[in-house]
């Protein structure tokens, strides 16, 4: 592996540092110790928050510029080494390293879109209503900004808060997920190579997720919390940070539906729920946990998907022609299992898979005639399993989409062009993918609605996140 990125310390005022305790990083695909990380306390987070507070004081006042090109630098730096980054990820995540290869390039491009679009914060001049003033606006950045980020894509959702929190003039102090904190640091290390100035982006790695989360929505020099989690996290976050009033940005959990109507391409619409549905086994907040498949179409989409996915390999993510990593822990695998076993209960039928391989590996699953009141209906399984419900007509169907608390993604499939505005526009999501099962990309704003979250990232969206507006009154 890439010695040069693969560190385990922990990165705070532009030094990498050891500290007393260490925790374990483990291979969910080969459950061996991938290396032992700093474990930072409250302490040495508190000293991280002081060091970018220290350096927002130079780093807001560097020209826009300037920082647009450390960031251009940075986004050199990462495909120069995409292949190292790759295989730290897969060996401390487990999706195959073709999608590695693949996060990485996308991580990137959010330092590529924000280090141009960080030039055009602008601010507006205002026709004033009465005689002798001059209204006018100006974006600064917010200031300290506090990123926790999950395991699920240990590189993307970090250079989709860092890059326009940097461009924007913010600095950071980054709490990555303990299962994943490689990732993060290689991206300190680039940063470091690239010439960020020390304390711009701290990273502070750590077991103690409660007492580090606390801290960074507590402390008074924090001014934005942006973080990318589960919902009951959110908004502990949210509480938390409510008595020092900061801004925040959360995305949070999903439930994705898949509608497929009559008038589908169902070829189309089985490759799209193959992408929609087994990205990183299933394992990311915008994976399809329902398919709602119309009456007259059921059985043969069914079947098609069945055949798509046993095609499906599952195996150690750095393996050629692997499809199917491992899940990340035990908790991971116990939660799939669960939902099978409940579907089956409550009279699903098995089409494919439905069993543990062995250690964390699960068979890619399809189950269908899956009950409206299994737990796969309204928890997010986050495993490589396929629910299929029946149903009707196109009211049912768009209102099953809608009936959870969450709202992050939809996807639907039809060639009706009437139908695909109407559903579109009635769906409760944050993103709609419209005969497509991929909708994340840079120039385009990713967020949910109702408990999926607040905020968006990436496009122009993303950059707002990190700004504040300056009114300026000119008298006389
Ligand atoms: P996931 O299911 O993706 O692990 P979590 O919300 O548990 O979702 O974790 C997302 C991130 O939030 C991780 O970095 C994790 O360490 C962190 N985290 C977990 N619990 C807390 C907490 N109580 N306060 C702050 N951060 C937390």
Redesign the pocket.
């Known amino acids: 592996m890439g010695d040069k990125l693969f560190i385990e310390k922990a990165y705070i005022n532009g030094k990498f540092v050891e500290t007393e305790q260490t925790f374990p990083v483990v291979n969910p695909a080969t459950l061996t110790v991938l290396g032992n990380v700093a474990d930072c306390t409250v302490t040495d987070c508190r000293e991280a928050i002081t060091a970018a507070e220290i350096a927002w004081y130079h780093w807001r006042d560097t020209a826009v510029g300037e920082r647009c090109a450390l960031v251009r630098r940075l986004f050199e730096l990462i495909n120069e080494h995409k292949k190292e980054l790759a295989e730290i990820m897969t060996k401390e995540c487990g999706k195959p390293y073709a999608e590695s290869l693949v996060e990485v390039g996308y991580a990137n491009s959010f330092m590529e879109w924000y280090a141009e679009e960080g030039k055009r914060a602008y601010g507006e001049t205002i026709p004033s209503l009465k005689k002798g003033m001059h209204l006018s606006t100006i974006k600064q950045g917010v200031g300290v900004v506090a990123a ?5 894509f240990p590189l993307a959702m970090i250079t989709r808060k860092v890059a326009p929190a940097l461009v924007a003039g913010c600095t950071v102090v980054l ?4 299962q994943t904190p490689f990732s993060a640091i290689a991206l300190g290390k680039l940063a470091e190579m690239a010439g960020l100035p020390k304390g711009v982006l701290n990273i502070v790695t750590s077991k103690d ?2 007492g ?3 801290e960074l ?1 507590t402390n008074p020099k924090v001014r934005k919390i942006s ?4 919902t ?3 908004s ?2 949210i509480a938390q940070s409510a008595d020092t009033v900061k801004r925040v940005s959360m995305e949070l959990g999903g439930n994705a539906p898949f509608i497929v109507f009559e008038d589908a391409d169902l070829d189309k619409a089985v490759q799209g729920a193959i992408a929609a549905k087994f990205r990183n086994a299933g394992q990311t907040c915008v994976a399809v946990n329902r398919f709602y498949v119309q009456e007259g179409i059921y059985d043969a989409f069914a079947s098609k998907l069945v055949t798509a996915v046993e095609k499906l390999k599952v195996g150690d993510g750095m393996k050629s022609g692997v499809d199917i990593g491992p899940l990340i822990n035990q908790d991971g695998l116990e939660k799939v299992r669960a939902h099978v076993a409940d579907a089956l209960e409550k009279g699903a039928i098995l089409r494919r898979g439905g069993k543990q391989i062995k250690d964390l590996f699960f068979e890619p699953t399809v189950l269908t005639n899956v009950s409206t009141n299994s737990l796969i209906a309204t928890e997010e399984t ?1 495993g490589p399993v396929c629910a299929l419900f029946p149903f009707k007509k196109e009211e049912e169907a768009i209102s099953l989409s809608n009936g959870t608390p969450f709202g992050l993604v939809a996807y639907f499939y039809s060639s009706n062009v009437y139908r695909c505005h109407r559903v579109a526009e009635q769906l409760e999501a944050g993103m709609i993918g419209i005969n497509t099962g991929m909708v994340s990309n840079a120039s385009a704003p990713f967020g949910g609605v109702k408990q999926s979250g607040v905020g968006r990232e990436g496009a122009t969206y993303g950059l707002e996140e990190y700004l504040e507006v300056k009114y300026l009154c000119y008298g006389g």
């Open positions: 926790i980020t999950p395991w699920n709490k990555p997920a303990s997720s409660k580090i989360g606390k929505a973080f990318t989690g589960s009951p996290v959110g502990t976050l986050f």
